[in-house]
């Protein structure tokens, strides 16, 4: 079992990941700026590590002794956010400074140029989520341009759905399908189990991995 690093604890991908974790026997570190919110049970193997992400300090603090940092990190809002940029700048650098090598990170399927995409999708949504995804974009360039042995998850739209454990992935992007009119979605739960999936495979080292039904 492994030493895990969970980032974004408190959102809905991040809760499932901390979870389906401890439900797989592993240690869990819940990092968060209000632990006492994550929606999970106590557990003997959970940590709740308090810290703000774009603080540089505290995430140095937290990296240590774990063998891996899955990150489930997100903004809210639509305005300009550096969550994502600057937030994984400062795990890369705590990364390399106590030598932990493996991150699993999530972004979004909505950032690639796929002309798979639905038309409403591409021409109403992705316009509106243009800081988000822009920030995303500049955060994988740092992962791509890193030395750590990472992987980047792009779930298109997440639900609150069961976990399956059916699901398809593809490199860079979106599986073969009718994705014009009615969009794809997959569940926050086969996220977290697809990211808790890849700790000791290397199927997907250092690439781009878009999930879905």
């Not at 991150?103 to 409403?120: P, R």
């Amino acid at each position: 079992m492994s030493r895990l690093l969970i980032l974004g604890a408190t959102g809905g991908t991040g809760a499932a990941l901390v979870r389906q974790a401890l439900e797989a026997g592993h240690e869990v570190s819940a990092f968060a700026r209000t632990p006492a919110t994550i929606p999970v049970p106590h557990h003997e193997r959970l940590r709740a590590l308090r810290g703000d992400i774009m603080d540089a300090e505290q995430v140095s603090r937290a990296v240590p002794g774990h063998d891996a940092v899955l990150s489930a990190l997100g903004s809210r809002g639509l305005g300009p956010t550096r969550v994502y940029s600057e937030g994984v700048a400062n795990v890369l650098r705590a990364m390399k400074e106590h030598g932990v090598r493996r991150l699993i990170a999530i972004t979004s399927a909505g950032i690639a140029e796929d002309q798979q995409s639905a038309l409403w999708f591409r021409f109403l949504v992705k316009p509106l989520l243009r800081n988000r995804y822009s920030d995303m974009l500049r955060m994988e360039e740092s992962v791509r341009q890193s030395d750590v042995a990472w992987t980047v998850v792009r779930p298109p739209k997440l639900t609150d759905g069961r976990l399956t454990k059916e699901y398809r992935a593809s490199v860079d992007h979106l599986p073969l399908g009718g994705y014009f009119f009615a969009g794809p979605t997959i569940s926050r739960e086969d996220v977290a189990h697809f990211m808790l999936s890849q700790i000791e495979s290397d199927e997907y080292l250092r690439k781009m991995v878009v999930v879905t039904y």
